[in-house]
């Protein structure tokens, strides 16, 4: 399949801040690619770069056959990014916003079509201010996509939105892919990047951890784990078992990453059964991405 976009070693500093170490990675056409990571691991500088709104420092960056942050005019009439809820003026109604982004563009835009597919009908004299997070989010992406874009950048889409309103959020960036655009978007929801994108880009202090899909990301083998709940099991006691990476315990419930389930799973049994201690709910089970970055934090501080 062909790449979108491609990146090799890009690095960004700010001052003595490294934003970004070394990042190289290939979005291929047609993809929804997540880059994820925790609050200040790099992601909005990264979407940015690839946008031209920053330079990098290091490195090689290619975005439909441009170079960003020298064919930066070209590249726009050819991407969208949605822009913050914040830079819309309050008192703008819907229309008159699609309005306006519409004559930022040459040629026809994909208005009507934006409008029943994000379902905006009904809110087109709505002014911005008195959109709910999740309307508002609509009308933004509406924006970026007018001049039906290859490539679509979104940072941080489903921000503050409640359960229902991320799955509606998802089913309209599917709709927007499957109407041809790639999608390239950040989030710090692991949840959403496991059901929403195609592959995924982990970053963690700037440095790609990994990138695959989801699935094959969480097929990584410390991230499989021993679930279960008991009052007696000594967490120290987990600690010292030979192929354990690490414990997470909430109230009586733990959770036991072991590079070798089975022996592990033998060892607590052997030791419940000599103290008398019960265990409930005991299952083997898959990590989320959720914990894969826990397991990041605690090396990271680890060292
Ligand atoms: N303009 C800037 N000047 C100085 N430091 C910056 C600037 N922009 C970002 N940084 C720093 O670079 C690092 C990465 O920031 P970035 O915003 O890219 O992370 P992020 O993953 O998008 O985080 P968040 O999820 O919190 O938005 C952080 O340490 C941040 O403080």
């Not at 990675?25 to 500088?45: L, S, Y």
């Not at 939105?161 to 655009?181: Q, V, Y």
């Not at 790639?182 to 970053?203: F, G, N, P, Q």
């Not at 419940?272 to 083997?284: A, D, M, P, S, W």
Request: charged fraction near 25%; aromatic fraction near 8%; charge should be negative.
């Amino acid at each position: 399949m062909e790449d979108v976009i491609s990146v090799m070693n890009l690095s960004k500093s700010f001052g003595s801040t490294q934003a970004v170490k070394s990042l190289s990675f290939q979005v291929k056409k047609g993809e929804i690619f997540g880059i994820i990571g925790p609050n200040g691991a790099g992601k909005t500088t990264t979407l940015e770069i690839l946008e031209g709104i920053q330079k990098p420092t290091g490195g090689e960056v290619e975005v439909l056959g441009l170079v960003p942050s020298r064919q930066l005019r070209e590249l726009n009439n050819r991407i969208g990014v949605q822009f913050q809820a914040t830079s819309i003026q309050k008192k703008m109604k819907v229309k008159e916003a699609l309005d306006l982004f519409s004559t930022f563009y040459k040629g026809d835009t994909q208005k009507d079509e934006l409008i029943a597919l994000l379902d905006l009908g009904e809110k087109l004299d709505v002014c911005f201010e008195d959109l709910s997070g999740g309307w508002k989010q609509r009308v933004t992406l509406a924006l970026a996509t007018l001049h039906q874009p290859e490539l679509l950048f979104l940072d941080e889409p489903s921000m503050g939105l409640d359960p229902h309103a991320r799955r509606e959020m998802w089913g309209m960036i599917r709709s927007l892919r499957d109407k041809g655009s790639t999608i390239v978007l950040s989030t710090h929801y692991m949840e959403e990047a496991e059901k929403l994108c195609d592959r995924v880009a982990m970053i963690y202090s700037g440095e790609l951890k990994a990138v695959n899909t989801p699935d094959e990301l969480l097929n990584d083998v410390a991230t499989h784990y021993i679930g279960f709940e008991s009052e007696g099991v000594s967490y120290d006691f987990l600690l010292t078992l030979r192929d354990v990476a690490h414990v997470e315990k909430e109230d009586h419930h733990f959770k036991v990453f072991s590079e070798d389930l089975q022996h592990t799973a033998y060892q607590i049994f052997t030791y419940c059964h000599q103290e008398g201690i019960v265990l409930r709910n005991f299952k083997f089970d898959r990590g989320s991405l959720d914990d894969l970055f826990v397991q990041y934090s605690e090396k990271e501080k680890t060292g």
